[in-house]
């Protein structure tokens, strides 16, 4: 139980880098809160606030159970969990910006 935990601390923690940026930046970015769901953008006071919430979760989670930075199974599972998430955020948004190209590009021949 203890790697899953660490593993999805890794997912929290690189879960709240895009969020945090593009709230700090000021700039809308997909959430869970968004409509359609992690497709529409939500705001930047939003961003902000889940890529917290996610840096909060996450480090706490490390802090409960200590990974050094070293070859071992905790630090394992943690890169894992980071990677596991970056892998699917960079498949997702990268799908989700191409859709709202091809949308844009479609809304100005038709307009």
């Known amino acids: 139980m203890n790697y899953v935990v660490i593993f999805l601390a ?7 880098i ?6 700090l930046r000021g700039e809308p970015f997909p959430t869970p809160f968004a409509e359609p769901r992690g497709v529409g953008d939500s705001p ?3 961003n902000f606030l889940w890529g917290f919430f996610n840096l909060v979760t996450g480090m706490t989670l490390v802090s409960n159970r200590p990974v050094a930075v070293a070859f071992s199974a905790s630090f394992v ?3 894992v969990g980071a990677m596991a998430m970056g892998i699917y955020l960079s498949l997702h948004f990268g799908k989700v910006r191409r859709e ?3 949308d844009d590009r479609k809304s100005a021949i038709t307009t």
């Open 77 to 79: 599972a943690l890169i």
């Open 100 to 102: 709202k190209e091809r």
């Open 18 to 23: 895009p969020h945090l940026a593009c709230g």
């Open 44 to 46: 930047a006071l939003v």
């Open 10 to 16: 890794g997912v929290l923690l690189c879960n709240s």
